[in-house]
């Protein structure tokens, strides 16, 4: 229910972490402990974890603190915070929406909504700054030791627990109040080698869970290989990406990212270390496979197919509304979604962003494809275009490599710009309901929000796949022809408030006029959906949850692990102070 995931009233004050405050733990029974609480470890406790994981026990200082007159919290641990610097913060405000910022700091996170306001770099000099929704520690994970020191330390002492890569979450997964962070962004280590079992024969990579898009997809190229990674370089592959699903330039190849695991290495809740595969713990292989990331268990390793290289070609267009009759315009914009199960059946991964008042592809990707194929796939939005004089510009071109390509069309995202809700269209839908469809988008252009489009086939043939009991990834995508991010626009001058009334335009108004046209209110990549969707079970792992829960309560029979939408989350409810309770 949505009242387990209370981040609407967590968020509704962004200054409900101002410092932390003395609590009677009688009054917070079955809550985890906070900063300031009788229960909360003491600086000698976590001195004794720091020297278990050899100083490798990180207290937060939040990346904006530069940019505010901050005050170091008094609790022996925390070196002394920068004070006000004006170029400092300058730097900072400029770069905010750089991912790779956020990901090398241990705490930080790319979701402002999720941040909190508890140190904003875009707020006044005078405005708050304090750990707030950040993570209180970190431990700087270097192996698995660490991860069960971790581990028994948060069970021992009673502490938030989360697990954290590169803060490239939109869903609140990797941050939490009061929470001892387990930081897996420095386990880098790359292997090639050759896998053969009864299910795949070929060239396997193996990443520490550290390892980020860009650093696979050169070490892969070296090799003569190419590997299915997040459309922005900087997203790391072994977390939550892997394990949401993971969708790919590559998809309409090769299938999703989760399509490709092979094995992991996961520390599991009892400090355990496991191998996962579909020979050994299949039945965590298979969660971890598509059921969503931060709740099962910590993953120190990926093992996943890689692929022969081959060129790649790519192509962008881009043209407006400007001038044009708007029923003219959005034909427009239908004619190409309606030519998306042609070039995705040919391989071909489509990225597409429309508002109301202007269309983009950026890119196309045509893994064994030629530019001049591109051409074709695109002739007929193009004839259209020509056909009523409109001015578009595009560019076609044919790369040796995938990563001559990916490095040529894709660069990293800017991050904390908006807000999510997310939908998979069908490809039936599309087909048989054209005008549907592009009503809906229509529709929700008009209330302010954006269509991002994936024009995809990640079909169990593209996956080499059966049915759908090889993982757990959610069978909507399956059918799917677009996995479509709605967007809204998040900005850090405007009142708190406003912000939170788009994210409940997005929940109340936005996605539900798009669900009216998707059989059963339709499914949603669960790494780019609405989280506040009362339906999230079903929205976000269709009729795989039940057998989720159950590998969830095999793992972690205490519920150590806790992220927001995850499997079995609705165990806790996090209150307006950002404490977590049953």
């Known amino acids: 229910m949505l009242a387990k995931h209370a981040?609407?009233?967590?968020?509704?004050?962004?200054?409900?972490?101002?410092?932390?405050?003395?609590?009677?733990?009688?009054?917070?029974?079955?809550?985890?402990?906070?900063?300031?609480?009788?229960?909360?470890?003491?600086?000698?406790?976590?001195?004794?974890?720091?020297?278990?994981?050899?100083?490798?026990?990180?207290?937060?200082?939040?990346?904006?603190?530069?940019?505010?007159?901050?005050?170091?919290?008094?609790?022996?641990?925390?070196?002394?915070?920068?004070?006000y610097d004006a170029e400092k913060c300058s730097s900072l405000q400029s770069r905010w929406l750089e991912p790779e910022l956020h990901d090398a700091d241990p705490a930080s996170i790319m979701a402002p909504y999720f941040a909190n306001q508890s140190c904003d770099p875009f707020q006044p000099r005078s405005g708050q700054c304090v750990i707030g929704t950040y993570s209180q520690y970190t431990i700087n994970v270097t192996s698995s030791s660490d991860v069960a020191a971790g581990?028994?330390?948060?069970?021992?002492?009673?502490?938030?627990?989360?697990?954290?890569?590169?803060?490239?979450?939109?869903?609140?997964?990797?941050?939490?109040?009061?929470?001892?962070?387990?930081?897996?962004?420095?386990?880098?280590?790359?292997?090639?080698?050759?896998?053969s079992d009864e299910y795949y024969t070929g060239k396997a990579i193996k990443m520490g869970a550290g390892v980020q898009g860009f650093e696979a997809n050169a070490a892969a190229y070296d090799e003569g290989l190419q590997i299915v990674s997040g459309e922005c370089p900087?997203?790391?592959?072994?977390?939550?990406?892997?394990?949401?699903?993971?969708?790919?330039?590559?998809?309409?190849?090769?299938?999703?990212?989760?399509?490709?695991?092979?094995?992991?290495?996961?520390?599991?809740?009892?400090?355990?270390?496991?191998?996962?595969?579909?020979?050994?713990n299949s039945d965590l292989y298979w969660a971890l496979s598509g059921g969503g990331g931060g709740t099962y268990g910590v993953v120190l390793s990926l093992t996943s197919k890689a692929h022969p290289d081959v060129p790649t070609s790519g192509a962008n267009l881009t043209f407006t509304s400007e001038g044009l009759d708007m029923d003219v315009y959005y034909d427009l914009i239908s004619t190409f979604t309606s030519s998306l199960?042609?070039?995705?059946?040919?391989?071909?991964?489509?990225?597409?962003?429309?508002?109301?008042?202007?269309?983009?592809?950026?890119?196309?990707?045509?893994?064994?494809?030629t530019a001049d194929q591109l051409r074709e796939f695109l002739a007929p939005l193009t004839d259209g275009l020509e056909a009523k004089n409109v001015t578009y510009t595009s560019n076609f071109e044919d790369f040796g490599s995938y990563v001559e390509f990916y490095e040529a069309m894709f660069a990293p995202i800017p991050v904390g710009v908006t807000l999510y809700g997310g939908a998979f269209i069908p490809r039936d839908v599309s087909v048989a309901n054209a005008d549907g469809l592009i009503s809906a988008f229509r529709d929700v252009n008009e209330m302010g929000a954006q269509v991002v489009g994936v024009g995809l086939n990640a079909s169990l043939?593209?996956?080499?796949?059966?049915?759908?009991?090889?993982?757990s990834v959610n069978a909507g995508w399956?059918?799917?022809?677009?996995?479509a991010a709605i967007t809204v626009p998040w900005s850090f001058k405007a009142p708190w408030q406003d912000m939170l009334d788009s994210q409940n335009l997005l929940t109340e108004s936005v996605m539900p006029r798009l669900k009216q046209i998707l059989p059963d209110g339709?499914?949603?990549?669960?790494?780019?959906?609405?989280?506040?969707?009362?339906?999230?079970?079903?929205?976000?792992?269709g009729d795989n949850y039940e057998r989720l829960e159950q590998i969830k309560d095999k793992y972690d029979p205490h519920h150590l692990f806790y992220a927001l939408t995850a499997v079995g989350s609705d165990y806790w409810t996090v209150h307006s102070d950002g404490r977590l309770c049953t």
């Open 7 to 83: 981040y609407l009233l967590l968020a509704s004050t962004a200054s409900a972490f101002s410092a932390p405050t003395s609590s009677n733990a009688s009054d917070n029974a079955g809550c985890r402990y906070m900063p300031g609480d009788s229960g909360w470890p003491s600086t000698q406790t976590w001195t004794s974890l720091n020297q278990t994981v050899g100083g490798r026990l990180i207290a937060t200082v939040p990346l904006a603190a530069p940019c505010h007159d901050s005050t170091t919290p008094k609790d022996g641990l925390h070196e002394d915070w920068p004070t």
């Open 151 to 195: 581990l028994k330390f948060a069970e021992d002492h009673n502490v938030r627990l989360v697990i954290h890569n590169t803060g490239h979450d939109f869903a609140g997964k990797s941050s939490g109040a009061g929470s001892l962070s387990l930081w897996t962004h420095n386990l880098k280590n790359i292997e090639f080698f050759d896998w």
């Open 234 to 280: 900087t997203v790391g592959l072994a977390g939550g990406y892997t394990q949401g699903g993971g969708h790919s330039a590559l998809s309409s190849r090769y299938g999703m990212a989760a399509d490709q695991a092979l094995e992991y290495e996961v520390v599991v809740a009892s400090g355990e270390t496991l191998t996962a595969s579909r020979h050994e």
């Open 341 to 369: 199960p042609a070039s995705a059946d040919a391989g071909v991964m489509s990225v597409f962003y429309f508002t109301s008042e202007s269309f983009m592809i950026a890119p196309l990707t045509g893994p064994d494809v």
């Open 461 to 471: 043939a593209t996956a080499g796949f059966h049915d759908n009991s090889v993982n």
């Open 478 to 483: 399956r059918d799917a022809i677009i996995a």
């Open 522 to 541: 339709g499914h949603a990549y669960m790494n780019e959906g609405d989280f506040q969707d009362p339906d999230w079970k079903r929205v976000f792992y």
